[in-house]
């Protein structure tokens, strides 16, 4: 059945480095969100992106991460340079449409920044 | 902008006690949405309500919209262990997006 999926699943990385993870959202959603997860902040809204172009990206420190979409298969965000406060649990979700509809969220990516 | 209130932040019951979440939203909301994670999980779609007062059933599942949609409510009946996770509201307001509630963690002891 049809699938969000994420790579990769968990990526422990030092201060400093980039990161850079990847969403495959369900063929044919038009819509694609980020969102961090941490025990402290719940879930962040990062960006979303709709018809592969970025609609909001107000949740996203802009110094040092970037989200892209270079084509409707391939969702990216990048952290570059990473910093422990970084860690967390980052999710993309697909959908369909608009913003506000039915969001199908991946397994995340737990990013650990020493 | 937007905030979406949810309370409790966590709920301990003992299996089949009864169950309740709420949501508050400073706005009107054109729909909610009640989401459902697992401990190491991600969150997974369990419903939508479009229409003020609007109730839903799914089993032991109540869902409720206010009647000024600015508010919701997931009532479950006779809690499982298999109910353990973490619940989240979600509303959808003006700028057509989803802005999460905080979650409700429940805890289900046998």
């Known amino acids: 059945d049809a699938r969000v999926t994420q790579t990769p699943r968990h990526k422990v990385t030092e201060m400093g480095q980039e990161v850079t993870m990847r969403c495959q959202p369900i063929?044919?959603?038009?819509?694609v969100f980020w969102y961090r997860q941490t025990m402290m902040q719940g879930l962040e809204l990062l960006a979303y992106?709709?018809?592969?172009?970025?609609?909001?990206d107000s949740g996203m420190p802009k110094d040092r991460f970037s989200a892209e979409m270079p084509d409707a298969t391939l969702a990216t965000l990048k952290i570059q340079p990473s910093e422990p406060r970084d860690s967390a649990v980052y999710f993309c979700?697909?959908?369909?449409?608009?913003?506000?509809?039915?969001?199908?969220f991946g397994p995340g990516t737990r990013l650990t920044v020493l | 902008g937007q905030q979406v209130m949810q309370i409790p932040q966590y709920q301990h019951v003992q299996e089949g006690e009864d169950f309740t979440t709420y949501c508050n939203s400073s706005?009107?909301?054109?729909?909610i949405q009640w989401y459902k994670q697992r401990p190491g999980g991600h969150p997974v779609f369990l419903i939508q309500?479009?229409?003020?007062?609007e109730v839903k059933k799914q089993k032991r599942l109540t869902f409720q919209f206010g009647e000024a949609k600015k508010n919701s409510s997931l009532h479950i009946t006779a809690t499982q262990t298999t109910d353990v996770g973490t619940y989240f509201c979600?509303?959808?307001?003006?700028?057509?997006?989803?802005?999460f509630g905080s979650g409700t963690q429940l805890t289900v002891l046998p």
């Open positions: 979600a509303g959808a307001g003006s700028a057509r997006q989803l802005t």
């Open positions: 992106f709709r018809n592969r172009a970025p609609l909001d």
């Open positions: 979700a697909s959908g369909l449409l608009a913003g506000d509809n039915e969001q199908f």
């Open positions: 309500l479009v229409k003020s007062g």
């Open positions: 063929l044919g959603h038009n819509t």
């Open positions: 706005t009107t909301l054109s729909n």
